[in-house]
């Protein structure tokens, strides 16, 4: 059984920064890819960013803004959002996938943490 708990969300100003934690138990995740996804109210689910183990890759809309990366020796995975904005308000996921390759939808991914809210205020 794969359990992970996001945390580190909260409110910040427009331009602000945060950075997401998800602790990961029931078995090391090393070796299998782990994304972020984002979901507001009435939207779909989205994908913000993955890191396996050939690389990382983010959605257009936070290139250069977000960077996510991964502790393997301690089981956790991080999201350092930077310059955020109103419109990313939304409840952050973990996610993980059981397998090797990279996944971009939500389909993807087989494990989900509850998620932590992130609301950025304009």
């Known amino acids: 059984q794969v359990q992970l708990l996001e945390s580190g969300g909260g409110l910040v100003q427009a331009g602000g920064s945060l950075r997401l934690s998800c602790a990961a138990s029931g078995r090391s995740f090393s070796d299998y890819a782990m994304g972020w996804f984002r979901q507001a109210p009435g939207k779909e689910r989205e994908f913000v960013a993955v890191?396996?183990?050939?690389?990382?890759s983010y959605s257009y809309s936070v290139r250069g803004r977000f960077t996510i990366s991964r502790n393997n020796a301690r089981n956790t995975l991080h999201l350092q959002m930077n310059s955020l904005k109103p419109e990313e308000t939304a409840v952050y996921y973990c996610?993980?996938?059981?397998?090797?390759?990279?996944?971009?939808?939500?389909?993807?991914?087989?494990?989900w943490g509850q998620g932590t809210q992130v609301t950025v205020s304009s």
């Open positions: 890191i396996s183990w050939s690389g990382d």
């Open positions: 996610a993980d996938r059981r397998g090797l390759r990279s996944g971009y939808y939500p389909r993807d991914y087989d494990y």
